[in-house]
């Protein structure tokens, strides 16, 4: 993990585990002996490789995707989600310091603490759009992206809900008594190709099972 984030730290991202550069097809994760580092190398091969797959859709208007839709679909087809995502969102609604997500559409902030927000807020959001619209609203935004759409005017001619009244609608949602702040693998299978990704899962946890039996 060391070396990686060494490597990433040009990017300004030298606290994250995992990068993915889908303009050419790569995508880099750390590795390692011990298995905690084989189900973190595990978890973040899904995430880099939505990023691949959103390229595939998106092409040369890749980074046209809002980024809290891009990285909120990677977080959420994570193999093992961060367990620390919960306490972070828990944490910023509790003091009062969420992020807008029209402050997260053209990108994520760069110090570690905020950008970990960012993350789950992002994942958190993708989960409440998927339960309330299925997962085509997400093939939507980025086709309006993509065609030279802002970010807000991409979300409202997919949802025809604003990205603001979305937002209070998911604020509403999540953070009643009644409902769990959920990070659990991501049920989408959209234009995309996502269902690539659950193969991987698949197969993934099928070899982790493997080699958990054989250490038995």
Not at 62 to 77: F, K
Not at 127 to 148: C, D, H, P, Q, T
């Amino acid at each position: 993990v060391d070396a990686l984030q060494q490597a990433l730290a040009l990017t300004g991202q030298s606290w994250t585990a995992g990068h993915a550069s889908p303009d050419i097809g790569v995508l880099l994760v750390s590795n390692g002996s011990q298995s905690a580092e084989l189900i973190e190398m595990e978890r973040q091969i899904p995430h880099e490789l939505m990023h691949i797959l959103e390229y595939k859709q998106a092409g040369a208007s890749y980074s046209a995707i809002p980024a809290w839709l891009n990285e909120g679909l990677a977080t959420s087809v994570e193999l093992y989600p961060d367990p620390d995502l919960q306490r972070f969102l828990v944490e910023a609604q509790t003091s009062g310091s969420l992020l807008s997500f029209a402050s997260l559409c053209e990108g994520f902030p760069q110090d570690a603490k905020t950008a970990q927000l960012a993350y789950a807020q992002s994942a958190s959001f993708v989960n409440y759009l998927n339960g309330r619209f299925g997962s085509e609203v997400f093939a939507k935004m980025i086709e309006n992206s993509v065609s030279g759409q802002t970010c807000i005017s991409a979300v409202n001619s997919a949802a025809e809900v604003s990205l603001e009244q979305l937002e209070k609608d998911w604020l509403s949602y999540t953070f009643t008594a009644s409902t769990p702040v959920n990070f659990g693998v991501l049920a989408v299978v959209i234009s995309l190709g996502v269902l690539l990704v659950v193969i991987m899962i698949l197969f993934l946890r099928k070899r982790h099972t493997k080699a958990r039996n054989s250490d038995g």
